[in-house]
């Protein structure tokens, strides 16, 4: 069970699982191009030294600089290159020059820039709407805190050392965090985050991420955020892209089957968990919006 007392980002980043898949450092010169396609893992980026270009398909392009972090929390494919990119014929393969090194460009060309890379995976049943709540994608500049975690992520890949694996499952919690609050609360698309930083409705997302358990209504958040009925469905909508039921439901939902995939629980215990009175309703409700039942999602996932 999460920890009631966790804010509403810090459950979720803890509910997704975060785990390094991948980590390197990336050296380049001269013209020079990578691609990955069809890759839907989460992808972290931080410029040492120098700048290029990041196209992420279906965005338009930006520049990294020195002193930059991106974060997309579900990268589908993306192009980085140099500020001019080579012609078409020009071969786009890393050279891998050590354990955790690459190098792009021609090998005669000195370095102009250098780049901490990392792709990692969310190891829940619940991925899709914990990754449909965050940013598409988060690029910021001056971050001396995120800047300082990725270094120590890298050095913890490349080790042999005891703890390693609870060591990068923290380091990347953390890291996430500090990418998730370090964007600008103004230049967010709906989801949790805008809603968090709304002061009027920060509240509500703290009791559904709190109270998964407890009877819940939109009349009992809107009278406690001081707002009319109406006026807090419609905010809520707007801020978080979701009614506030759906989301709270949603909620309940990847919570369950959290449970239901660590096992050790009973329906009737995992439903009084989620708010539902017995078994047999949260049965229902779960395969209405699963399509399957719980033992069947449980079977599922554990294999």
């Avoid at 042999?160 to 600008?184: M, N, W």
């Avoid at 939109?218 to 707007?238: I, N, P, Y």
């Amino acid at each position: 069970m999460l920890d009631s007392s966790l804010d509403p980002l810090s459950r979720i980043v803890t509910l997704l699982k975060p785990a390094v898949s991948v980590s390197k450092m990336v050296e380049a010169g001269g013209q020079w191009l990578v691609e990955r396609h069809d890759m839907v893992s989460p992808f972290y980026c931080a410029m040492v030294e120098g700048q290029c270009r990041l196209h992420v398909t279906g965005r338009d392009p930006v520049t990294l600089r020195a002193g930059d972090f991106v974060l997309i929390p579900h990268l589908q494919g993306f192009t980085m290159s140099s500020e001019v990119p080579p012609p078409p014929h020009v071969p786009r393969l890393p050279l891998e020059t050590g354990p955790g090194q690459f190098r792009l460009g021609a090998t005669e060309a000195p370095v102009d820039v250098r780049a901490l890379v990392g792709h990692c995976s969310f190891d829940t049943p619940a991925r899709s709407l914990l990754v449909s709540l965050l940013p598409e994608m988060i690029h910021v500049s001056d971050q001396d805190r995120l800047t300082a975690l990725v270094p120590m992520i890298h050095e913890e890949t490349r080790a042999d050392r005891p703890g390693r694996g609870l060591i990068l499952e923290r380091l990347l919690e953390v890291l996430l965090i500090e990418a998730l609050r370090s964007d600008q609360a103004t230049t967010l698309p709906p989801g949790l985050l805008r809603g968090l930083s709304d002061p009027q409705l920060s509240g509500a997302l703290q009791r559904i991420h709190a109270e998964t358990g407890g009877p819940l209504s939109v009349s009992q958040m809107a009278k406690a955020a001081g707002m009319s009925r109406s006026g807090f469905f419609e905010r809520f909508r707007r801020q978080v892209g979701r009614a506030p039921m759906e989301y709270a439901t949603e909620w309940r939902m990847a919570v369950a089957k959290t449970l239901l995939r660590a096992g050790g629980l009973t329906n009737a215990e995992i439903a009084q968990r989620v708010g539902y009175g017995s078994a047999s309703a949260f049965g229902l409700a779960f395969v209405r919006h699963e399509g399957l039942s719980p033992g069947a999602f449980a079977n599922k996932v554990r294999r």
